[in-house]
C-alpha cells in the first residue's frame, strides 16, 4: 500500500508535475507583481484567458482556473489544443479525472503530434493511472513517448504502470533510461529505489539513493528499515 500510494503521489502530483510545463498544482484572478488582476471581462481575448488561467493554475486556486481554461478553449484558434491541455491537467488536479479524460481525448482530436500530443497523452496517461486503467495508460504513455523520446516524465510514469503491474525489472529499465535524460531527477531516482525494494534489491536500492538526501529518500529510508528487521 506504501508503494503505491507513493507511486501516485510523485506520477500524478509531484512530477512538479503533472502540467505541460512541470508545474505542481493545477484565482478568478492571478497575482501579478504583488498586485492582484482584475476579473477578464466576458470578451476577453484568448490570450488574456489564458495568462489568468496560468496565474490562478500556479496560485492553487483550480476552481477559476478550469473555470477560465473552459472559456479559453471556447475561444482557441482552430488546430490550437493548449487550452484543453491546461485544462485536462487543471482537472486531475481537482480531481476530476472523467472530465480531464475528457478534455485530453478533445485534445488530442486537434492535435495529436508534437509537443501538446505528447503532454495530451501523458496527461491522459495520468487520468487512465488514476482511474485505475494502466494498461489503457500504458498504451497513451508509449505514444507520448513515440513523439516525444527525451521526455523523462513519460519514462516515470510508464515506470509507475510497470511496478503497478508487478513487473518490477522492466520497470526500473525505464526509471533507468529517464535518469538517462534527467540526471537527478528525485521522482525517478526515488520510484527507482522502491522499486529494487518491491523486488526484493534492497542493497542496491540503497545504492541508487547514495546521491539523494536521506530527507528526501523515502526509498532510502524504506530500504534501511527492512535491512535492520
Same mark, same amino acid.
Given at each position: 500500500? #506504501?508503494?503505491?500510494? =507513493?507511486?501516485?503521489?510523485?506520477? #500524478? ?26 476579473? +477578464? ?35 482557441? +484558434? ?8 491546461? #485544462? ?15 478534455? =485530453? ?25 488514476? #482511474?485505475?486503467? +494502466? ?95
Amino acid at each position: 500500500m #506504501l508503494f503505491r500510494s =507513493f507511486f501516485g503521489a510523485v506520477s #500524478l502530483v509531484a512530477t512538479g508535475c503533472v502540467g505541460p510545463n512541470d508545474t505542481n498544482a493545477f484565482k478568478e484572478v492571478g497575482w501579478a507583481g504583488g498586485r492582484r488582476d482584475s476579473a +477578464p471581462a466576458s470578451d476577453a481575448s484568448y490570450a488574456t484567458l489564458m495568462r489568468i488561467a496560468d496565474a490562478s493554475r500556479d496560485a492553487g486556486d483550480l476552481g477559476n482556473a478550469v473555470g477560465l481554461y473552459r472559456r479559453a478553449a471556447d475561444k482557441a +484558434p482552430s488546430g490550437d489544443s493548449t487550452a484543453f491541455v491546461r #485544462l485536462g491537467f487543471a482537472l486531475i488536479d481537482a480531481k476530476s479525472l472523467n472530465e480531464a479524460v475528457a478534455a =485530453f481525448r478533445t485534445a488530442l482530436q486537434r492535435t495529436a503530434s508534437g509537443p501538446n500530443g505528447a503532454d495530451a497523452r501523458r496527461g491522459l496517461g495520468n487520468a487512465l493511472v488514476a #482511474l485505475d486503467q +494502466p494498461q489503457l495508460a500504458a498504451a497513451e504513455f508509449e505514444a507520448a513517448l513515440a513523439i516525444t523520446p527525451d521526455d523523462a516524465r513519460i519514462y516515470n510514469s510508464l515506470g509507475v504502470v510497470m511496478d503497478m503491474a508487478g513487473d518490477h525489472r522492466q520497470a526500473q529499465e525505464l526509471y533507468r533510461d529517464g535518469l538517462g535524460h534527467e540526471p537527478g531527477n528525485l521522482s525517478l531516482q526515488n520510484n527507482l529505489g522502491l522499486s529494487l525494494a518491491m523486488s526484493g534489491d534492497y542493497q542496491e536500492a540503497i545504492r541508487s539513493e547514495e546521491h539523494t538526501s536521506e530527507l528526501q529518500s523515502l526509498a532510502y529510508l524504506v530500504c534501511r528499515l527492512l535491512l535492520e528487521k
